[in-house]
């Protein structure tokens, strides 16, 4: 079963709005929350990450939310650029459950110029 | 720093073949991770080494996959014998495991295809 989600496999968003990436996951033992994001030929690259004692976390043009309660993140990028055009994985982990990545199926985003 | 190094970055062979990837892992990280990426699962991990001591290999497929760890700067994952369903891109990860940092360092990858 997984344990972490990302429900929608791909989104399209034109350049210069919001693209809104979504994450659900299971186990409550998890406390620590990351995005990767990955472009074709290449490893994942980490690109924000959260801790369960915040509810925000913003480092640019991306932004972090966490709802505890609904054991639900989402990764926001505004404005989107072409650039962002790439697959975002979300990943959890918690010294209580294991300690090691956990990661969704991904999200590819399309940025459209 | 030159990253997480993977080698080879390509790989064809035949089913019943033996398949060694590698990986050199970021000098100081303590950490190394085996994920293999799939259409239908997404990206699974394998096998995580810490102090070169394997800590989890729950996520190893089969006996036909093995990973070592012999020093610090080094790994392989080896696949005896391959078969096609094994088709996959395999990635190496490593992390300093720093205090509420799990933030792993991904290597480029290898493509392998089992004909």
């Known amino acids: 079963d997984q344990q972490v989600k990302q429900n929608s496999p791909s989104l399209s968003v034109q350049e210069g709005r919001i693209s809104i990436l979504n994450c659900d996951y299971t186990n409550s033992m998890f406390d620590y929350f990351l995005w990767y994001k990955k472009y074709p030929a290449e490893g994942p690259t980490f690109l924000i990450s959260i801790s369960s004692i915040k509810d925000k976390n913003e480092d640019g043009r991306f932004t972090v939310f966490l709802n505890k309660s609904a054991k639900h993140l989402s990764l926001h990028i505004v404005p989107s650029q072409p650039g962002d055009s790439a697959v975002y994985f979300c990943a959890a982990s918690g010294v209580n459950a294991g300690n090691m990545l956990t990661f969704g199926g991904g999200t590819r985003l399309m940025v459209k110029p | 720093d030159a990253g997480v190094i993977q080698s080879p970055r390509h790989e064809v062979t035949e089913m019943g073949q033996e398949v060694t990837l590698r990986c050199k892992p970021i000098s100081g990280h303590n950490s190394l991770f085996w994920y293999r990426q799939t259409m239908m699962r997404g990206l699974e991990l394998l096998i995580y080494f810490n102090n070169n001591v394997p800590i989890d290999d729950s996520g190893m497929p089969e006996d036909r996959f093995s990973a070592k760890m012999p020093n610090a700067s080094f790994s392989t994952l080896k696949i005896q014998p391959s078969e096609p369903r094994d088709s996959a891109v395999y990635f190496c990860?490593?992390?300093?495991?720093?205090?509420?940092?799990?933030?792993?360092?991904f290597g480029p990858g290898t493509r392998l295809l089992v004909l």
């Open positions: 990860a490593s992390s300093d495991r720093g205090w509420l940092q799990e933030t792993q360092y």
